[in-house]
């Protein structure tokens, strides 16, 4: 006669949110790293204009046309992240996959832009005060956005291979925070740099 | 196969071969559990601290007489490398090292959350740890002649400060989202709360220090077309970090400890707790200063906001020694260490704060020189030093299995209660010299003893690290070493095991080990 036992019991699911958790807090700490460089640009522009100068050099240029592009299609990739989120909460596999697609495809699109961007500025970073702070700044957010993309593309890959589901998608909503706190600096860079040179 | 047949991998047969024995190197390098990532933590800030208050010590006897021993470049990296030496590689990890050992026990957790992380995090900040020594010690540190060496100074910086980031991430991701079932956040330990609070302020302000440096070395690198990267000015742009109100976030963690402390080693329920939380709360908001920079904002020190913020510090801090002194009037005080080194932590931050409150008003002209903030300095760094070797003393039965020589505890708690006045009281005094001619004259006999302190100081941290050591020594404790523990950590083995609990009961309270002693009725 056979004995008859117990199965073990299942492994204890993870606790939920950890990794929306760590993400909110990261997302948070990386803002704060462009909070303070754009705290010292605003304090700078403010002084140069106050000693009566203008604050881009002569000779620089920088067209509002590329910068325009990349909010829009920064804006049209929040809806796209979130198209996902919202895909995958709904156990919609082929919509979130597309949705990921497409907003790592803006995410190519902007790093592009901003590369090209920087061709037609004509501010040489070994020149002035201005360069330095545009480049650091416009640069450090050209950073954030290739750990975004590559952040979307590893949580986009998880899910081609069958990882995520309604029940657990913490990687896509922890990739969608840092996403969004990535478009909330650009608003911040177009504001300051951008518009109100 | 049966479904109801034993799994073959859970079987007690010999079908699973032991797997093979790792060295200790690799099993320490290739480790995630917050156990041995914490200890690390905790024995290399240790040794980084008796360097760096030596360090800080060769700074002071430099400034005795009228001609220093050092160049104009060792003088400033020897200055500059101490200061940032003493926040980045002495109290920030050694708070971060306790909280990573201890956090993910007292809120019931198996792990620490991103344990990989919280690895890689700790070797890039040893990494990077050292990088910035021996950019140190070639001139290269901030201010220093030699350019190559300082940016490379200046990437190990941003290094450390992602280390801390990161590994602050993780542990405070583990107080929130890896609690037991039954502990909200107004039950977690007071350990627990002041690292998530000031886990929260480190991760709100030390970016802020990471966007100053890289705008620096961005200059610095680039032929320094503006002033950000010239060696005069360098360091005034990131000395924000260790002036007031900013130096004051890194040592909130050492308030949870010192009130875990106070409630375990008086046996009794810390009193009025909510007032606890507030002051804790209240101090981290009040320490928020990566926005007071006199470099980019000359006149911060006038702003109404940064006056307030330097004068209503000091109440969380008399809040929280009328709840320790309260709960230590309830309970038994038994005459340990951990209790001595807490208090004196708690009286030198006291210092501090109302020596900070004094630096605000404008007629006493304390701010015409550095060297009343070097004081209130050496008073926050000596309180978080004595609060983080009281932790050593409280959790070293939980980390070793074994009791710590107390005697040698107590011996620390003279000398970093000494050491703390000698190195700071001289500095504030020095301060008034625009006000007393005499002072001026007594300039050198008081750098003296302020020399005196940090090298006491040093000598208190390698007294930790001894009374760390002496526990190979010490008699083998019981899960609760003290036999008066309120918090999880007391209820799992000394060392604790991989996993580190077994099956936890649902918390009813803040106190679940007494509850279990005394049960209490559901609401």
């Given at each position: 006669?056979?004995?008859?036992?117990?199965?073990?019991?299942?492994a204890?699911?993870q606790?939920?949110?950890v990794?929306?958790?760590?993400?909110?807090?990261?997302?948070?700490?990386?803002?704060?790293?462009?909070?303070?460089?754009?705290?010292?640009?605003?304090?700078?522009?403010?002084?140069?204009?106050?000693?009566?100068?203008?604050?881009?050099?002569?000779?620089?240029?920088?067209?509002?046309?590329?910068?325009n592009?990349?909010l829009?299609?920064?804006?049209?990739?929040?809806?796209?992240?979130?198209?996902?989120?919202?895909?995958?909460?709904n156990?919609?596999?082929?919509?979130?996959?597309?949705a990921?697609?497409?907003?790592?495809?803006?995410?190519?699109?902007?790093?592009?832009?901003?590369?090209?961007?920087?061709?037609?500025?004509?501010?040489?970073?070994?020149?002035?005060t201005?360069?330095?702070?545009?480049?650091?700044?416009?640069?450090?957010?050209?950073?954030?956005?290739?750990?975004?993309?590559?952040?979307?593309?590893?949580?986009?890959?998880?899910?081609?291979a069958?990882?995520?589901?309604?029940?657990q998608?913490?990687?896509i909503?922890?990739a969608?925070?840092?996403?969004?706190?990535?478009?909330?600096?650009?608003?911040?860079?177009?504001?300051?740099?951008?518009?109100?040179? | 196969?049966?479904?109801?047949d034993?799994?073959?991998?859970?079987g007690?047969?010999?079908?699973t071969?032991?797997?093979?024995?790792?060295?200790?190197?690799?099993?320490?390098?290739?480790?995630?559990?917050?156990?041995?990532i914490?200890?690390?933590?905790?024995?290399?800030?240790?040794v980084?601290?008796?360097?760096?208050?030596?360090?800080?010590?060769?700074w002071?006897?430099?400034?005795?007489?009228?001609?220093?021993?050092?160049?104009?470049?060792?003088?400033t990296?020897?200055?500059?490398?101490?200061?940032?030496?003493?926040?980045?590689?002495?109290?920030?990890?050694?708070?971060?090292?306790?909280?990573?050992?201890?956090?993910?026990?007292q809120?019931?957790?198996?792990?620490?959350?991103?344990?990989?992380?919280?690895?890689?995090?700790?070797?890039?900040?040893?990494?990077?740890?050292?990088?910035?020594?021996?950019?140190?010690?070639?001139?290269?540190?901030?201010?220093?002649?030699?350019?190559?060496?300082?940016?490379?100074?200046?990437?190990?910086?941003?290094?450390?400060v992602?280390?801390?980031?990161?590994?602050?991430?993780?542990?405070?991701?583990t107080?929130?989202a890896?609690?037991?079932?039954?502990m909200t956040?107004?039950?977690?330990?007071?350990?627990?709360?002041a690292?998530?609070?000031?886990?929260?302020?480190?991760?709100?302000?030390?970016?802020?220090?990471?966007?100053?440096?890289?705008?620096?070395?961005?200059?610095?690198?680039?032929?320094?077309?503006?002033?950000?990267?010239?060696?005069?000015?360098?360091?005034?742009?990131?000395s924000?970090?260790?002036g007031?109100?900013?130096?004051?976030?890194?040592?909130?963690?050492?308030?949870?400890?010192?009130?875990?402390?106070?409630?375990?080693?008086?046996?009794?329920r810390q009193?009025?707790?909510?007032?606890?939380?507030?002051?804790?709360?209240?101090?981290?908001?009040?320490?928020?200063?990566?926005?007071?920079?006199?470099?980019?904002?000359?006149?911060?020190?006038?702003?109404?906001?940064?006056?307030?913020?330097?004068?209503?510090?000091?109440?969380?801090?008399?809040?929280?020694?009328?709840?320790w002194?309260?709960?230590i009037?309830?309970?038994?005080?038994?005459?340990?260490?951990?209790?001595?080194?807490?208090?004196?932590?708690?009286?030198?931050?006291?210092?501090?704060?109302?020596?900070?409150?004094?630096?605000?008003?404008?007629?006493?002209?304390?701010?015409?020189?550095?060297?009343?903030?070097?004081?209130?300095?050496?008073?926050?760094?000596?309180?978080?030093?004595?609060?983080?070797?009281?932790?050593?003393?409280?959790?070293?039965p939980?980390?070793?299995?074994?009791?710590?020589?107390?005697?040698?505890?107590?011996?620390?708690?003279l000398?970093?209660?000494?050491?703390?006045?000698?190195?700071?009281?001289?500095?504030?005094?020095?301060?008034?010299a625009?006000?007393?001619?005499?002072?001026t004259?007594?300039?050198?006999?008081?750098?003296?003893?302020?020399?005196?302190?940090?090298?006491?100081?040093?000598?208190?941290?390698?007294?930790?690290?001894?009374?760390?050591?002496?526990?190979s020594?010490?008699?083998?404790?019981?899960?609760?070493?003290?036999?008066?523990?309120?918090?999880?950590?007391?209820?799992?083995?000394?060392?604790?095991?991989?996993g580190?609990?077994?099956e936890?009961a649902?918390?009813?309270?803040?106190?679940?080990?007494?509850?279990a002693?005394?049960?209490?009725?559901?609401?």
């Amino acid at each position: 006669m056979a004995a008859t036992h117990a199965l073990p019991p299942a492994a204890p699911i993870q606790r939920p949110r950890v990794l929306v958790v760590g993400a909110a807090f990261a997302s948070a700490a990386a803002v704060m790293v462009f909070i303070g460089m754009i705290a010292i640009y605003l304090a700078e522009r403010a002084d140069t204009l106050a000693s009566g100068d203008t604050w881009l050099p002569k000779g620089a240029q920088i067209s509002l046309h590329q910068p325009n592009t990349m909010l829009f299609t920064l804006a049209m990739s929040v809806v796209t992240m979130q198209w996902a989120v919202s895909a995958i909460s709904n156990n919609d596999r082929v919509n979130s996959y597309l949705a990921l697609g497409t907003t790592l495809v803006f995410g190519l699109a902007v790093i592009v832009m901003t590369t090209y961007l920087y061709g037609l500025m004509g501010l040489d970073i070994t020149a002035n005060t201005q360069s330095v702070l545009i480049y650091t700044i416009t640069g450090a957010h050209l950073v954030m956005v290739v750990l975004a993309v590559a952040f979307v593309a590893l949580m986009a890959f998880r899910a081609l291979a069958g990882g995520f589901s309604a029940r657990q998608h913490d990687g896509i909503t922890a990739a969608a925070i840092f996403w969004y706190a990535m478009v909330a600096v650009y608003a911040l860079i177009w504001i300051t740099i951008y518009v109100t040179k | 196969m049966a479904l109801t047949d034993t799994r073959p991998e859970s079987g007690t047969g010999s079908a699973t071969a032991p797997a093979p024995a790792l060295a200790r190197s690799a099993t320490l390098l290739g480790t995630g559990d917050h156990k041995v990532i914490g200890i690390v933590y905790i024995v290399a800030s240790l040794v980084f601290g008796v360097a760096g208050w030596i360090v800080t010590a060769l700074w002071g006897a430099h400034q005795l007489g009228d001609q220093g021993f050092l160049s104009d470049d060792a003088a400033t990296t020897l200055f500059s490398g101490g200061r940032l030496g003493l926040v980045l590689l002495v109290m920030v990890p050694l708070m971060l090292g306790l909280a990573t050992y201890v956090v993910p026990l007292q809120v019931g957790a198996n792990t620490v959350a991103f344990p990989r992380a919280a690895a890689g995090a700790l070797w890039t900040w040893l990494l990077s740890a050292g990088v910035f020594i021996i950019a140190n010690g070639i001139d290269g540190g901030i201010g220093g002649g030699r350019t190559e060496a300082v940016d490379v100074c200046l990437l190990s910086i941003v290094g450390l400060v992602l280390a801390i980031v990161i590994a602050t991430v993780c542990v405070a991701t583990t107080a929130v989202a890896l609690r037991t079932p039954g502990m909200t956040l107004d039950r977690v330990p007071l350990f627990t709360w002041a690292t998530l609070t000031g886990g929260s302020i480190w991760l709100l302000t030390l970016p802020v220090l990471v966007a100053n440096v890289v705008l620096i070395y961005v200059d610095h690198h680039y032929g320094r077309p503006s002033d950000y990267g010239v060696s005069a000015s360098q360091w005034s742009q990131i000395s924000w970090l260790v002036g007031q109100p900013q130096i004051y976030a890194f040592v909130i963690p050492g308030l949870g400890i010192i009130s875990d402390v106070v409630a375990t080693l008086t046996g009794a329920r810390q009193a009025n707790r909510g007032f606890l939380l507030l002051g804790i709360g209240s101090f981290a908001v009040l320490s928020v200063g990566a926005w007071a920079q006199p470099y980019f904002y000359p006149k911060v020190h006038d702003e109404a906001v940064w006056a307030a913020m330097s004068l209503l510090i000091v109440l969380p801090v008399l809040l929280l020694l009328a709840g320790w002194i309260t709960t230590i009037r309830q309970g038994t005080p038994t005459a340990k260490s951990p209790l001595g080194l807490g208090l004196a932590s708690g009286l030198l931050l006291l210092l501090a704060v109302v020596a900070g409150a004094l630096y605000v008003f404008t007629p006493l002209r304390l701010r015409e020189s550095d060297v009343y903030s070097a004081g209130v300095f050496a008073l926050v760094v000596a309180a978080g030093l004595a609060a983080g070797a009281a932790g050593v003393m409280y959790w070293a039965p939980k980390m070793t299995g074994r009791v710590a020589a107390d005697g040698i505890g107590k011996l620390n708690v003279l000398v970093f209660l000494g050491g703390g006045v000698l190195a700071g009281v001289p500095l504030l005094v020095l301060g008034f010299a625009n006000r007393f001619d005499g002072l001026t004259d007594a300039a050198d006999t008081l750098h003296g003893i302020a020399v005196a302190g940090d090298v006491v100081l040093a000598f208190g941290v390698l007294l930790t690290i001894v009374a760390l050591v002496s526990t190979s020594r010490g008699a083998s404790v019981a899960d609760d070493a003290w036999g008066t523990g309120q918090t999880l950590e007391w209820a799992c083995p000394s060392p604790p095991p991989a996993g580190n609990f077994g099956e936890l009961a649902v918390v009813r309270s803040p106190e679940p080990l007494l509850d279990a002693a005394e049960p209490v009725e559901e609401a």
